[in-house]
């Protein structure tokens, strides 16, 4: 493996008994050293899957896969020395102190003595908990949670950070903060691979995206690659008034339109003719009295390139 890449995933597939089809079906990917790698893609996409190989919890059927170079079928202990991993679930133990879980978590991964201490004090500055440090989880508010469960992941000083659904939950002065311990991190050396529903975060902190949809890789690059390189399937309104439930349908059924989303007096639509689309909205609105305040085609932001290539909302 290349010295500037961590993960290559060539033509993996996982399929699980009783399933349809593959949850991951002939993939391939590359994840950069040192990026901030963007893993979007709706429910049942395969993103749980993909992620439950790249960290050794599961093997691929077919495919190669390798992590910081080492084979995970044959190396997955040299691996899991060289990874973190912080799941959606927060996973401490709510009667011990956040000292004594990172203590916990550190010597699960091998670590004792002064080098696990000097990993706690880090752990516990990166998160600025040192005025909770002997405090029961239990007694945390979810932001301070999802603090220490970051830091858990970093106690055995990985170097890619996986992470998924990280802000769940947590006040947006939280959600900031680990914004901006993520992006410290990431300007350190460390490749961290991220997976959200927010769209925006993705935005914000990436500049690695990859879209997974029906197990696959659909899209992959940096943002502006990305949306420079999608054609214009999204139709963008916002009316004066939300609209009907009839008139909802009326909208649905015009024939160039695939997909049709509604929220409040803003509505967002898949089309592969977006100026027929245009004039076929303009003529019905018309005969309806609706007003338009804008309407535009075109993708020029995250989740409407994700409609785009999937057809769905990302927190559907």
Do not use: W
């Not at 899957?49 to 910081?68: F, H, Y």
């Not at 102190?97 to 990993?119: I, V």
Request: charged share 25%.
């Amino acid at each position: 493996m290349k010295n500037n890449i961590v993960i290559e995933a060539k033509g993996i597939v996982k399929r699980y008994a009783g399933a349809d089809r593959p949850a991951v079906d002939a993939l391939d990917l590359v994840v950069p050293k040192g990026s901030f790698f963007g893993l979007l893609g709706p429910n049942g996409a395969g993103k749980t899957t993909l992620i439950s190989m790249m960290t050794c919890l599961a093997k691929p059927d077919e495919g190669s896969l390798m992590v910081c170079g080492l084979n995970p079928e044959k190396e997955s202990l040299k691996i899991k020395e060289k990874i973190g991993f912080v799941p959606q679930e927060i996973a401490l133990y709510p009667t011990l102190t956040a000292r004594e879980n990172l203590a916990y978590f550190g010597s699960m991964q091998g670590l004792s003595g002064d080098l696990l201490k000097e990993r706690i004090s880090y752990c516990l500055d990166v998160a600025k908990l040192h005025d909770y440090t002997d405090i029961c989880v239990y007694k945390y508010s979810g932001g301070l949670k999802r603090r220490l469960a970051i830091v858990v992941g970093l106690i055995n000083s990985p170097e890619i950070l996986f992470l998924d659904e990280p802000t769940v939950g947590i006040d947006p002065q939280s959600r900031h903060f680990i914004y901006d311990r993520l992006i410290e991190l990431n300007k350190s050396g460390m490749t961290i691979l991220y997976t959200s529903h927010y769209m925006e975060e993705v935005e914000y902190l990436c500049n690695e995206i990859a879209i997974i949809d029906q197990g696959n890789i659909i899209a992959c690059g940096g943002l502006d690659e990305l949306l420079g390189e999608t054609t214009n399937k999204v139709l963008e309104a916002k009316l004066s008034k939300e609209l009907s439930h009839d008139l909802k349908e009326k909208v649905e059924s015009i024939p160039m339109v695939t997909e049709a989303f509604f929220n409040s007096k803003t509505m967002t639509l898949c089309s592969p003719s977006p100026n027929e689309t245009m004039l076929a909205l303009s003529t019905l609105f018309a005969e309806n009295n609706i007003k338009v305040l804008s309407m535009s085609h075109g993708v020029v932001n995250l989740e409407q390139l994700f409609i785009a290539l999937t057809g769905s909302r990302l927190r559907e």
